[in-house]
């Protein structure tokens, strides 16, 4: 199964990235670079999401539209879309 959340990715002071999906309690990224800094949130969504599911009573977020995020972007930030593909079931993609 697909699943797709926004984040919002800036520059940091220091220099290095930063991601955060607003959407998923504690899901953050930071990288020394843009590409790094997506591939690391690809990451912790699939980890944030597969946590979940794993537990008894599955309570997954609604997704916020990126045009409301848009809306409160500091200087620099933009958001991306962040997309993971989960195998619900063994065999599933077979």
């Known amino acids: 199964m697909k699943f797709t959340y926004p984040a919002v990715i800036g520059k ?3 220099g290095s990235w930063k991601a955060v999906l607003p959407d998923l309690a504690c899901c953050e ?4 670079t843009l590409e790094e800094v997506i591939e ?4 912790a969504l699939y980890d944030w999401i597969e946590l979940e599911l794993s537990e008894d009573e599955v309570n997954l977020p609604p ?6 995020l848009e809306q409160h972007l500091k200087e ?4 991306r879309q962040i997309c993971v593909n989960i195998r619900l079931f063994d065999g599933w993609d077979e």
């Open 12 to 14: 940091e002071e220091n």
């Open 29 to 32: 990224a930071e990288a020394e």
């Open 40 to 43: 690391k949130a690809n990451a």
């Open 63 to 68: 997704i916020s539209d990126p045009r409301d």
């Open 76 to 79: 620099g930030q933009q958001v």
